[in-house]
Every structure is written in C-alpha cells, then in structure tokens.
C-alpha cells in the first residue's frame, strides 16, 4: 500500500485557517480525486486509486461551557491509502512510481484561482503492515503537469518546509483552474524529452510546407502536442503508402515517452513486428502469447507465409506468372531451335570453305574450335541485346501491369528487381544450348570427308 497526508485549500474555503469544520473538509474531499501512477518491470501502467483513511482532528476551544465551549474540529489534513494488491493485474518485479495526479471538480463551471493542494509523508506499508518512509516529495524532480479538462495557469510547486506541518517531507502545489474539472499531477523524473525524429511522406511534406531538418509541434497525438524533428521524406514504408494517406514515421521509445508524460496517461504500442528466426513457425508464437486478463485483443495477425499464400492463390497472380513463364519457355525453345538451325545450315552451306581449309593443312580440331567461336560470339552478342531489351520492358512495361482484378492501381507499385539465382540459371541453360549446337555442328562436320567435300566443290 502507499500512505499519503494531503491538505487542500482553497481560496476563501479553508485558506489561511488553522482548521475547517467536518461539513467544509468533507465537500473539499468529494470534490478532489487522487491517483499514483506505477510502472512495473514489465513496462506495464498500474493506476492506483487512494481513499480517504483518516481525517486529523484538533481540540479548540475552553473547558467551561458556553459559546467557546472546547470542540473537536478538523486540520484541514487528511491520510489517504493506495492497495497495489487490491488491483486486478499483479505488478511483476520491481514497481516505479512515476506521477501523483488528480482530478478537481471546480465549484463552479468557470473554475478556481488560487487552488493549493499539500502532500506530505508519503510512505509505503508492507503486507505485515511495516511502514516505509519514502522521502521524495521534498526532493528535486518533480514537474507539475496539465493532463485533461479544464485548462490551468500560473502553476508552481514547492518541496521542503510547509509551515501547516512542520518537519515533514512535504510538497506544496498551486494554481490556477480555468474550467469544472481538470486533471492534473506531478511528474517525478520524468523531464520533457528532445524532439522526436521523424519521416515524413512526400504528401505531408507538400501539404504543410515541411523542411527537412526543421522542428514541429503536433496538434494533437492522444492529448499530447509532441515537437518532431523531420529528417528525410520518403514515399513508401512498410504497411504505409502516401498514396492512400499521408503519414509520418516516428522513433516508437521517444514516442511513447512523449505520450505519457500526461500524468493519467498509459499508452503501449497498439502494433508489434516480430522477426523469427529460422524455422519458427508463426503458429507456435501466437500459441505462447498469453492474452487473458490483460484485456488485449489481437485485431488482425499478418505473417510472411500467410501472405505469401495469399499471393499463391491469387487468380490474377498467378496468370500473369503463368503468362511470363509459358513466354519464356517459348522464347527459349525458339531460341534453341533456330541456334541449332543456323549452326546445321551454315554447315551445310559452307562444306566447300570447309574443304579447302582442311586442303590447306587446317585440322579438325581447329575447324571445330574456329566454328565453336562464331556460335558463342553470336550467343554472346543475343544474350547482350536480350538482356538489354529485357531490362527496358522490366523497367517500361512490368509496372504498368501492376492492376488489380477491376483495373485499379496497386498500392505499393510493382518493384523490378534483378534475380541473380534466375541469371545463373539461365546462363546454365545458355551453356547448355551452346553445346548441344557445338555438336550439332561437329557431327556435321565430321560427317564431311575431304574427298567429298572436294569433288563438291568442283562440281
């Protein structure tokens, strides 16, 4: 549990006395609502509600009867208790109080001013009901902060000395209120971070005027105005496309850091990415994931395999692969054909040239090797314009196939990227097709005898 003393006064209710009758102190405490905010070591937000435990009381007055008669009165001070077991989530480990807040409810709906509210000795208690002195209000740390509600002005807080309770570890806060409720607190070690690093689409960029480098304040993120710094601006990023909306890409920590400087505040990240490692099933993780009780809700679970089969499944998918690779099996099986048709013809035709240079001293190997030559330099020079004209249409006509079932664009365009193991591939192929032409092109060869060839060459 924590133990809190706090004395609230307000101006003209309780101020500059000594004291307040039961009826005043009781309408001071229904209009006041006090909250500590803890963290475990989980990263989880604990807020823990205090109730009033007990109210200090004062003898005044004479001992003889009459007007002055001595009566039993108020201090104007009240202890208020916090049970951490009372909760419907256990903290796990260690606990970090992060904020002390509450909310006010003015006596009238244009508000208050000069409100003060006094909090000394606070404590933690044990389960055996030991009680721990926690001497921190008196010391440096402590930000006052506007949470929700009704606007407030000329904020201060004071630790040390508070002449109403003298020799306690106290903290004094005051100010002003500026509607019926307002929520609001103190902030303990939690100082104002730096502007938050961010990437910005191309489109919000545009819209309002971004520059790169330049610091902004948001309007409004979860009640918080956090000041970004834009470093860069891009078109895409994963899941977000400029083409649907704008967007802005922020560190996540600084973020949430940000978000929950509000005192009430407790926000986690509402989407989470995981990378497995090799061979984990995604089904095995949701199974460890442990979502009772803590009131979360998977709204929509995307994994890699899953949209992969998706993909696989798709009509109009696979179609279009179907398309490219009933092409490329007909461009490849012409391309074979017509190699070995132009090896088998330009043998063929050239049995005279062959027999004069076999006449001349010139070997079979060396014929061979001189033909071998031709046919990769021609090979060699269709791979080149193939991968030329390829790379044009990869970069002119892939993407304008990026159409969905009703001809609308897709978002994220199509990206053409150069696959290396599909190059080898087809470079294998390619050797292939060569030696199946330099044989061809042997056989022909060697079927010619120099006899023959000559008696052709006169006829």
Not at 76 to 89: H, N
Not at 195 to 210: G, Q, R, Y
Not at 394 to 419: D, H, K, M, Y
């Amino acid at each position: 549990r924590l133990g809190l003393w706090i004395r609230f006064d307000v101006l003209g209710f309780g101020f500059s006395k000594d004291m307040l009758y039961q009826p005043d102190l009781d309408r001071l405490l229904r209009r006041m609502s006090l909250w500590a905010r803890v963290r475990d070591e989980a990263g989880t937000f604990i807020h823990v509600p205090f109730a009033v435990a007990e109210v200090e009381w004062t003898r005044v007055g004479a001992d003889q009867p009459g007007l002055n008669m001595r009566s039993f009165n108020t201090t104007g001070w009240a202890y208020y208790e916090a049970s951490l077991t009372d909760q419907e989530y256990q903290p796990q480990g260690e606990l970090r109080l992060e904020s002390l807040y509450w909310r006010h409810r003015a006596r009238n709906i244009w508000g208050e001013n000069d409100l003060r509210l006094t909090l000394a000795d606070l404590s933690a208690i044990e389960a055996d009901g030991t009680t721990i002195p926690l001497n921190w209000l008196a010391s440096p740390g402590w930000d006052v902060v506007y949470d929700s509600g009704g606007l407030i002005e000329d904020t201060n807080t004071v630790g040390g000395y508070i002449p109403e309770r003298p020799g306690a570890d106290a903290r004094r806060v005051r100010w002003d209120q500026f509607g019926s409720m307002t929520v609001m607190g103190l902030l303990l070690d939690y100082p104002e971070g730096a502007p938050i690093p961010a990437i910005a689409s191309t489109t919000l960029m545009a819209m309002n005027a971004l520059q790169p480098g330049a610091t902004y304040q948001l309007t409004n993120v979860a009640g918080v105005r956090p000041a970004v710094r834009v470093l860069d601006s891009t078109d895409f990023y994963p899941s977000l496309y400029q083409d649907e909306r704008p967007f802005l890409v922020v560190d996540q920590a600084a973020l949430l850091y940000a978000l929950n400087r509000r005192p009430s505040a407790s926000n986690y990240s509402s989407e989470v990415w995981l990378r497995l490692g090799a061979g984990v099933p995604p089904a095995s993780v949701m199974e460890q994931v442990d979502i009772e009780g803590d009131r979360t809700v998977i709204v929509r679970l995307t994994t890699l395999e899953g949209v992969q089969r998706d993909l696989a499944t798709n009509p109009l998918s696979l179609g279009l692969m179907g398309l490219l690779f009933l092409a490329f099996i007909v461009a490849l099986t012409l391309s074979v054909v017509g190699l070995i048709t132009y090896a088998a013809l330009t043998a063929q035709g050239r049995r005279s040239e062959f027999g004069v240079l076999r006449a001349l001293g010139l070997s079979l190997r060396r014929l061979v090797l001189s033909l071998a030559f031709e046919q990769m330099l021609v090979i060699l020079i269709g791979t080149l314009l193939g991968a030329a004209l390829g790379a044009f249409l990869s970069a002119n006509v892939v993407p304008t196939l990026a159409i969905g079932a009703t001809g609308e664009a897709i978002t994220p365009p199509f990206v053409v990227q150069v696959e290396t193991v599909a190059l080898v591939h087809y470079s294998l192929i390619m050797l292939v097709v060569l030696i199946i032409v330099l044989t061809a092109s042997l056989l022909l060869v060697r079927r010619l005898s120099l006899a023959q060839t000559l008696r052709l060459g006169e006829e």
